[in-house]
C-alpha cells in the first residue's frame, strides 16, 4: 500500500521558516512527479513544486520563488519542502502527491493518483 506522510507544519511569525517532510511508504514507480501543493481556506489547490524523477529538476511557483526549497533524501524516500521568508498568505494546508507515469512536471491535481493527509502551516503577520 502507498503512503504520504506529511509532517512539519505549525504557527510562525512572518519572516520565519519551516521544513516540511513528505515520508512515502510503498512507493516503488520508475516515472512519476512528486509536487507540493497547498490550498487555503476557500480557495483551489495550488501547486508549489515539483520534482520530475525523468530530469531531477525542481521546479516552483512564481510566488514561492526564491523563498522555497524543495530537496529530496532517496535513502530515506523522503520529500522535503524548506520554506523561508514566509508570508501570511503562505498560510494553507500543505500537501504532497504524486502522479505516476508522467515525464513532465504538473500542477494538475486531478491527474495526481496518491496523496498525503497534509499539514497546516499558518503565519501570523
Known amino acids: 500500500e502507498v503512503q504520504f506522510v506529511e509532517s512539519g507544519g505549525g504557527l510562525v511569525q512572518a519572516g520565519g521558516s519551516l521544513r516540511l517532510s513528505c515520508a512515502t511508504h510503498?512507493?516503488?514507480?520508475?516515472?512519476?512527479?512528486i509536487a507540493w501543493f497547498r490550498q487555503a481556506p476557500g480557495k483551489e489547490r495550488e501547486g508549489v513544486s515539483c520534482?520530475?524523477?525523468?530530469?531531477?529538476?525542481?521546479y516552483y511557483a512564481d510566488s514561492v520563488k526564491g523563498r522555497f526549497t524543495m530537496s529530496s533524501d532517496n535513502a530515506k524516500s523522503t520529500y522535503y519542502l524548506q520554506m523561508n521568508s514566509l508570508k501570511p498568505e503562505d498560510t494553507a494546508i500543505y500537501f504532497c502527491?504524486?502522479?505516476?507515469?508522467?515525464?513532465?512536471?504538473?500542477?494538475?491535481?486531478?491527474?495526481?493518483?496518491?496523496w498525503g493527509q497534509g499539514t497546516q502551516v499558518t503565519v501570523s503577520s
Open positions: 510503498g512507493f516503488t514507480f520508475d516515472d512519476y512527479t
Open positions: 520534482i520530475s524523477s525523468t530530469d531531477g529538476r525542481t
Open positions: 502527491g504524486a502522479e505516476v507515469g508522467s515525464p513532465v512536471c504538473s500542477y494538475y491535481y486531478p491527474q495526481y493518483h496518491y
